[in-house]
């Protein structure tokens, strides 16, 4: 199965200051086949982006997603006091299964 | 907007089986792909597997021989039955929709913590 390791483990930033996440696979991943997703506590995950770069449905323009290949990056370009939570990314196009990274925590400084 | 409300024993013993069930409030069943997937306390997502309406799954190989996944089209669920539980299926249980197979969920229940213990 391929293995998605996220960095780093934990980002600790500032409301206003710029995120970018990476996410790792131990193999080549379509870009059609890479998604993010946004879980605060307590809280079911929420999809993020789908296809590497399409934000879903109602997700603010600040996230942007890109990577092709093994190296993939979630970017939040003006961080908001809401957007303090977990990410994990997702490889989905194999054969089962689909696997996740373990998560970057993304925390007030 | 389609709506997943899950239930089911939150706490087993271990070699119990464990069963959730997912129902589906509007749009269209049969258009998507339903699975669950957990997250242990404090670790990663998992994928457990998933279904079509047909009845159609696929199963994470690590833990096929324990996993099945049912529907009912009639009342629009879908449930998880994992056998031989022990502590390391201690997990939140989450269902969610896709649109195929093995794709991403854009679509989430509110989640199960399952407890497995003694």
């Known amino acids: 199965e391929i293995v998605l390791t996220q960095s780093p483990g934990t980002l600790s930033l500032s409301p206003g200051e710029r995120a970018t996440l990476s996410c790792r696979a131990s193999?080549?991943?379509?870009?059609?086949?890479l998604a993010w997703y946004q879980q605060k506590v307590g809280q079911a995950p929420r999809l993020l982006m789908y296809e590497t770069s399409n934000r879903a449905t109602g997700i603010p323009d600040r996230f942007s997603g890109s990577g092709s290949g093994t190296d993939f990056t979630l970017t939040i370009s003006r961080l908001e006091p809401e957007d303090f939570a977990v990410y994990s990314c997702q490889q989905y196009g194999w054969s089962p299964p689909s696997t996740f990274g373990q998560g970057t925590k993304l925390e007030i400084k | 907007q389609m709506q997943l409300q899950q239930w089911g024993a939150g706490l087993l013993k271990p070699s119990e089986t464990l069963s959730l069930t997912c129902a589906v409030y509007?749009?269209?069943?049969?258009?998507?792909?339903w699975s669950w997937i957990r997250q242990p306390p404090g670790k990663g997502l998992e994928w457990v597997g998933e279904i079509n309406h047909s009845g159609r799954t696929n199963y994470n190989p690590s833990l096929n021989s324990r996993v099945t996944i049912s529907v009912d089209t009639s009342k629009s669920q879908f449930s998880l039955n994992l056998t031989s539980v022990t502590a390391a299926d201690t997990a939140v249980y989450y269902c969610t929709r896709g649109g195929g197979p093995y794709t991403y969920a854009d679509s989430w229940g509110q989640g199960t913590l399952v407890t497995v213990s003694s």
């Open positions: 509007g749009g269209s069943f049969s258009a998507y792909y």
């Open positions: 193999q080549s991943v379509s870009s059609s086949d």
